[in-house]
Nanobody, 118 residues
Framework: VQLQESGPGLVKPSQTLSLTCTVSGGSITTNYYYWSWIRQPPGKGLEWMGAIAYSGSTYYSPSLKSRTSISRDNAKNTVYLQMNSLKPEDTAVYYC???????????WGRGTLVTVSS
């Protein structure tokens, strides 16, 4: 499975971020797979933001739930992240990540840097 993130590199404060994770080599509806967004601010650790399951169910970090939405397009085999009301502290490398429930295999995209600045 290969994951490729895409989206704007620069977003202004208060705007909405939209990122795309294009998946190849596997279907996003394959049983027991979960497709997550994870971010890493400069000099800080990884933060799990949320996920969409093979079933379409979504899960969010409590701290980001009010500003975050994860969706998918099955026909395009693509997962999306939207985050609104962006702040400078949302500046981070955003990763698309996938794993299968109960299995050790995991897949990472290369990440895309998003800078929030006016």
């Amino acid at each position: 499975v290969q994951l490729q993130e895409s989206g704007p590199g620069l977003v202004k404060p208060s705007q909405t971020l939209s990122l795309t994770c294009t998946v190849s080599g596997g279907s996003i509806t394959t049983n027991y797979y979960y497709w997550s967004w994870i971010r890493q601010p400069p000099g800080k650790g990884l933060e799990w933001m949320g996920a969409i399951a093979y079933s379409g169910s979504t899960y969010y970090s409590p701290s980001l739930k009010s500003r975050t939405s994860i969706s998918r397009d099955n026909a395009k085999n693509t997962v999306y992240l939207q985050m609104n009301s962006l702040k400078p502290e949302d500046t981070a490398v955003y990763y698309c990540y996938a794993d299968e429930y109960g299995e050790e295999l995991e897949y990472w995209g290369r990440g895309t840097l998003v800078t929030v600045s006016s």
